[in-house]
């Protein structure tokens, strides 16, 4: 093949993975199904890529690589200090449940779909992982509570790298048991690979940690020395013994993920990025290389084993792993009905099956189109099926929530307001318990600490969150809790007060508009003069808007100086009110202002008394 149509091919790959991530989520679909359904067209069917053939002897290494990197980021997300505080249920899930997948798989493997049996024990190994990256997705989709999706998100991420590791395990030692090699030699050099694999993963997260902490690495290179270390490890360890730096991989990415770094947003953020992209190539790779003719080998032992994996092996795994657990009976049966397989397990078994043909094993062969009939299956059924299963259990929240950061007179009065008016579930955070006072007293949901510290961030269930307003007295603090956020809520549903400025000309002088959430309400409602009106005794109201009275009315009828605060639609979800590019609230919606108090206002004299009162206690308790 010429250079320049290997360089489209690339191209197109790509463009497909990173596009199918994006209608997946404007549709609010599982992306790996249209991950998959992109590389059957433009492979299988189509025939316009052809990986093995086009990539020759690279195709394997490019692979490879890319799946250490995926290992990488899975294992950066597996956190011991989570894990020992986690809920019996996922203790046992990641643990028993574990090995009974991994046994129950296999003897699926071996008796409902005829594989022999290393490569029926390399199947099971690998259908430990449950994806993450595509139970995340699953669980945003399905509004699932905090509490079931705790289960479900941690199994994920704690299973993702532990499939991997014991699928590597299992190969390597197949691959040593088909040679001459004595058997007690194959243990030997087994142990010798793990071992090799790792000192060098562990070995070099604790040294990359050291160079971070001393600065030894400047910070725009953090990164870039992070990724060429990962794919140094990999090499070096294959290296030493073949397909041993997936494993040394995965250890660098635990280590690492536990080490306390000053650069830990910065290395979330790249590893995320290289995710999306790998995650989105590989898959289109792996799925436009399935072979037609060993597709057309999967008989109805394979349908069988299918059913058995998603019908039996799963079921049977939560429910005897769970029995004596804290979950309840309707935990448990979504539980054991959700257990999509992703990325890991189709590149893993990918990687696999040709070096395990080439050491004996014929059902080597099998393996890739097994796993992704089951990926398939799994992500099709189980994506379309959750939030059904959701509902129908009570297991099921309404993403409504609001996140308000920073208590204040006036923000504990909208919050109250949002709470009592609007039935919204509501969550002011700040870092002094004293002005959290007001809000507990009233009612409102309230969590004491710093909204941008490792044990907050921990404990927030983003999931029921549709928007953010960052509303304490420091505009600089405000613009980094919006920019922290932005990723996880999209920058749209992120809002702060607007700064202070006084013309247009200190723009320039204030935060990146980049840098900060959307300013809120109207140019004019900065910190204090929402301070000042709520001492002149302005107050939160409601309209609902309709045919008859639509939002040009209510404008006509509310008080010039009166400020839209939010809208709450039809479907229930409340979004703040911008303040520049705001959209017309449409008929169905609840319109919520402030405005001075109907009926007069206290005297001048007493609302300024008040204010400079609550002035003072603001700056003593700062």
């Given at each position: 093949?010429?250079?320049?149509?290997?360089?489209?091919?690339?191209?197109?790959?790509?463009?497909?993975?990173?596009?199918?991530?994006?209608?997946?989520?404007?549709?609010?679909?599982?992306?790996?199904?249209?991950?998959?359904?992109?590389?059957?067209?433009?492979?299988?069917?189509?025939?316009?890529?052809?990986?093995?053939?086009?990539f020759?002897?690279?195709?394997?290494?490019?692979?490879?690589?890319?799946?250490?990197?995926?290992?990488?980021?899975?294992?950066?997300?597996?956190?011991?200090?989570?894990?020992?505080?986690?809920?019996?249920?996922?203790?046992?899930?990641?643990t028993?449940?574990?090995?009974?997948?991994?046994?129950?798989?296999?003897?699926?493997?071996?008796?409902?779909?005829?594989?022999?049996?290393?490569?029926?024990?390399?199947?099971?190994?690998?259908?430990?992982?449950?994806?993450?990256?595509?139970?995340?997705?699953?669980?945003?989709?399905?509004?699932?509570?905090?509490?079931?999706?705790?289960?479900?998100?941690?199994?994920?991420?704690?299973?993702?790298?532990?499939g991997?590791?014991?699928?590597?395990?299992?190969?390597?030692?197949?691959?040593?048991?088909?040679?001459?090699?004595?058997?007690?030699?194959?243990?030997?050099?087994?142990?010798?690979?793990i071992?090799?694999?790792?000192?060098?993963?562990?070995?070099?997260?604790?040294?990359?940690?050291?160079?971070?902490?001393?600065?030894?690495?400047?910070?725009?290179?953090?990164?870039?020395?992070?990724?060429?270390?990962?794919?140094?490890?990999?090499?070096?360890?294959?290296?030493?013994?073949?397909?041993?730096?997936?494993?040394?991989?995965?250890?660098?990415?635990?280590?690492?993920?536990?080490?306390?770094?000053?650069?830990?947003?910065?290395?979330?953020?790249?590893?995320?990025?290289?995710?999306?992209?790998?995650?989105?190539?590989?898959?289109?790779?792996?799925?436009?290389?399935?072979?037609?003719?060993?597709?057309t080998?999967?008989?109805?032992?394979?349908?069988?084993?299918v059913?058995?994996?998603?019908?039996?092996?799963?079921?049977?795994?939560?429910?005897?792993?769970?029995?004596?657990?804290?979950?309840?009976?309707?935990?448990?049966?979504?539980?054991?009905?959700?257990?999509?397989?992703?990325?890991?397990?189709?590149?893993?078994?990918?990687?696999?099956?040709?070096p395990?043909?080439?050491?004996?094993?014929?059902?080597?062969?099998?393996l890739?189109?097994?796993?992704?009939?089951?990926?398939?299956?799994?992500?099709?059924?189980?994506?379309?099926?959750?939030?059904?299963?959701?509902?129908?259990?009570?297991?099921?929240t309404?993403?409504?929530?609001?996140?308000?950061?920073?208590?204040?007179?006036?923000?504990?009065?909208?919050?109250?307001?949002?709470?009592?008016?609007?039935?919204?579930?509501?969550?002011?955070?700040?870092?002094?318990?004293?002005?959290?006072?007001?809000?507990?007293?009233?009612?409102?949901?309230?969590?004491?600490?710093?909204?941008?510290?490792?044990?907050?961030?921990?404990?927030?269930?983003?999931?029921?969150?549709?928007?953010?307003?960052?509303?304490?007295?420091n505009?600089?603090?405000?613009?980094?809790?919006?920019?922290?956020?932005?990723?996880e809520?999209?920058?749209?549903?992120?809002?702060?007060?607007?700064?202070?400025?006084?013309?247009?000309?200190?723009?320039?002088?204030?935060?990146?508009?980049?840098?900060?959430?959307r300013?809120?309400?109207?140019?004019?409602?900065?910190?204090?003069?929402?301070?000042?009106?709520?001492?002149?005794?302005?107050?939160?109201?409601?309209?609902?808007l309709?045919?008859?009275?639509?939002?040009?009315?209510?404008?006509?009828?509310c008080?010039?100086e009166?400020?839209?605060?939010?809208?709450?639609?039809?479907?229930?979800?409340?979004?703040?009110?911008?303040?520049?590019?705001?959209?017309?609230?449409?008929?169905?919606?609840?319109?919520?202002?402030?405005?001075?108090?109907?009926?007069?206002?206290?005297?001048?004299?007493?609302?300024?008394?008040?204010?400079?009162e609550?002035?003072?206690?603001?700056?003593?308790?700062?």
């Amino acid at each position: 093949m010429d250079e320049h149509h290997l360089s489209l091919e690339l191209i197109l790959i790509v463009a497909l993975g990173v596009g199918s991530q994006w209608l997946a989520w404007r549709a609010r679909i599982p992306a790996i199904v249209l991950f998959l359904l992109a590389g059957l067209v433009v492979g299988p069917i189509l025939g316009l890529v052809d990986p093995s053939a086009d990539f020759g002897g690279l195709f394997g290494p490019i692979v490879g690589l890319a799946v250490a990197v995926i290992l990488f980021e899975g294992g950066m997300n597996l956190h011991w200090h989570e894990f020992r505080e986690a809920a019996s249920g996922v203790k046992r899930l990641v643990t028993l449940g574990a090995v009974f997948s991994l046994v129950f798989s296999a003897l699926a493997g071996h008796y409902v779909g005829g594989l022999e049996w290393p490569v029926a024990l390399v199947f099971g190994a690998i259908l430990v992982v449950t994806g993450p990256t595509v139970i995340m997705p699953m669980l945003r989709q399905s509004n699932l509570n905090r509490r079931t999706a705790s289960y479900l998100k941690w199994e994920g991420i704690i299973n993702d790298p532990t499939g991997a590791l014991a699928a590597v395990l299992a190969f390597q030692y197949f691959l040593l048991a088909g040679t001459e090699t004595a058997p007690e030699q194959v243990f030997v050099q087994l142990g010798w690979a793990i071992l090799a694999a790792l000192v060098l993963g562990v070995g070099a997260a604790l040294f990359l940690a050291h160079a971070f902490r001393e600065s030894w690495i400047p910070e725009f290179l953090k990164a870039p020395v992070t990724l060429v270390t990962v794919l140094s490890v990999y090499g070096l360890a294959n290296l030493v013994f073949s397909e041993a730096g997936l494993l040394a991989a995965t250890a660098m990415g635990m280590t690492l993920g536990n080490a306390e770094l000053p650069s830990k947003t910065e290395l979330r953020r790249f590893k995320e990025y290289v995710s999306v992209i790998m995650v989105s190539s590989v898959f289109v790779l792996l799925t436009a290389d399935l072979d037609t003719e060993v597709l057309t080998h999967l008989d109805w032992h394979a349908i069988a084993l299918v059913a058995a994996i998603i019908l039996v092996v799963r079921p049977a795994t939560v429910l005897l792993a769970t029995v004596g657990t804290d979950m309840n009976w309707r935990e448990r049966v979504l539980v054991s009905w959700i257990g999509p397989r992703g990325i890991v397990a189709a590149a893993v078994g990918g990687v696999f099956g040709a070096p395990m043909v080439g050491a004996g094993y014929q059902d080597g062969e099998l393996l890739q189109p097994l796993i992704f009939a089951i990926v398939f299956a799994t992500v099709v059924l189980h994506g379309f099926s959750i939030g059904w299963l959701a509902r129908r259990l009570r297991l099921a929240t309404d993403p409504h929530g609001v996140l308000i950061v920073g208590a204040s007179p006036w923000s504990t009065e909208l919050a109250r307001a949002l709470t009592n008016e609007l039935n919204l579930p509501v969550l002011l955070v700040d870092s002094s318990w004293h002005r959290l006072r007001a809000a507990r007293l009233a009612g409102v949901r309230v969590m004491y600490g710093e909204v941008l510290s490792e044990e907050i961030e921990q404990s927030l269930e983003l999931n029921e969150i549709a928007c953010l307003l960052a509303a304490t007295s420091n505009d600089a603090y405000n613009a980094l809790v919006c920019n922290n956020f932005s990723s996880e809520l999209e920058h749209d549903r992120v809002f702060q007060l607007p700064m202070y400025a006084a013309d247009d000309s200190q723009d320039s002088k204030r935060v990146a508009r980049p840098k900060r959430g959307r300013p809120a309400f109207h140019p004019n409602a900065q910190y204090e003069e929402l301070w000042r009106r709520h001492f002149q005794s302005w107050q939160f109201y409601k309209t609902r808007l309709t045919e008859d009275y639509d939002y040009e009315a209510f404008r006509r009828d509310c008080p010039p100086e009166a400020i839209v605060v939010g809208v709450q639609y039809a479907e229930g979800i409340f979004i703040f009110q911008p303040a520049e590019n705001a959209a017309k609230p449409t008929v169905g919606s609840t319109v919520i202002y402030y405005a001075p108090k109907k009926g007069g206002d206290r005297a001048a004299k007493n609302a300024r008394r008040r204010e400079r009162e609550a002035d003072s206690g603001e700056r003593d308790d700062a």
